[in-house]
């Protein structure tokens, strides 16, 4: 009779524990965050019901044969019940994937907006650069034999390119609230990934690549960017954030940082 106590006790235990979230996801910032959780939420209520009732099953199974004194039997089996509880879970868990395919898809197959803001992502053993085009609209021109961490230059840039001298190069990301942004990440080294919870991404930087990854932000904050593949010694060090600001104060930043290079060059 304990023991059957006990598998209730720790199933309604853990049913409590996922119930009242306390150690839950930190808030989600975009519409593809809201339907990540909502696809996760549905299939933990799925797999939480069956848990709970196969434990149930199980405690009253202990509990009414706890006194049995039969001989053991040899059994071959239910091979019909079997087959039923396996196309059962097939079923369910294929359907579960299907119906949240759309989530996917539309991250890693539907494009971006035309409009979206272009920002060029640069990771290296261990730190994290950002470049934006300035007020031409576009990148400047880019060779491996200038690029110069020392200089700041981590992209590369070509001085004698006119196009380049008004590129914005940061070590955090900021962008406007409530706009298509497509980061254009790169990888110079090994493999990192780019990470942000609030925005439920995960996207693989690989040397040689050139990897978009669009998102639009709707909720101004700053937000921690973090590498989450082994990386190197330097691993836990490669951190950096999302700066999520309001349009004009988006605006303001660029003129600044324009204003910036120019008196540089002046």
């Known amino acids: 009779m304990l023991l059957a106590i006990l598998v209730w006790l720790l199933a309604a235990t853990v049913a409590v524990l996922f119930g009242i979230r306390k150690w839950w996801f930190p808030e989600g910032i975009n519409a593809h965050a809201r339907a990540f959780d909502e696809y996760f939420l549905i299939t933990l209520l799925l797999t939480g019901t069956i848990f709970i009732l196969a434990q149930f099953f199980l405690g009253w199974l202990i509990l009414k044969n706890r006194n049995r004194r039969d001989p053991v039997v040899h059994s071959e089996g239910n091979n019909r019940l079997e087959f039923v509880w396996t196309a059962a879970a097939a079923l369910l868990f294929v359907g579960i994937a299907a119906a949240s395919s759309t989530i996917w898809s539309n991250l890693h197959i539907e494009q971006p907006s035309p409009q979206a803001i272009r920002i060029e992502t640069m990771a290296k053993q261990f730190a994290w650069s950002f470049r934006y085009p300035g007020v031409d609209g576009k990148f400047g021109r880019t060779a491996i034999k200038f690029i110069n961490d020392a200089n700041g230059n981590p992209f590369g840039l070509d001085e004698a390119d006119p196009t380049g001298k008004d590129d914005i190069v940061t070590s955090a990301v900021r962008v406007p609230v409530n706009t298509p942004i497509v980061l254009q990440l790169k990888a110079r080294d090994v493999i990192h990934n780019f990470f942000v919870r609030e925005l439920r ?11 978009p990854l669009a998102f639009t932000a709707d909720k101004p904050g700053t937000y921690e960017v973090a590498c989450s593949e082994l990386c190197g010694l ?27 290079l120019t008196g540089a060059a002046q």
């Open 234 to 260: 330097g691993h836990h060090q490669m951190r950096t954030t999302l700066i999520v600001m309001e349009k004009p104060e988006f605006d303001a930043w660029l003129k600044q940082m324009a204003a910036q």
């Open 201 to 211: 991404l995960k996207q693989d930087l690989v040397p040689g690549m050139d990897i």
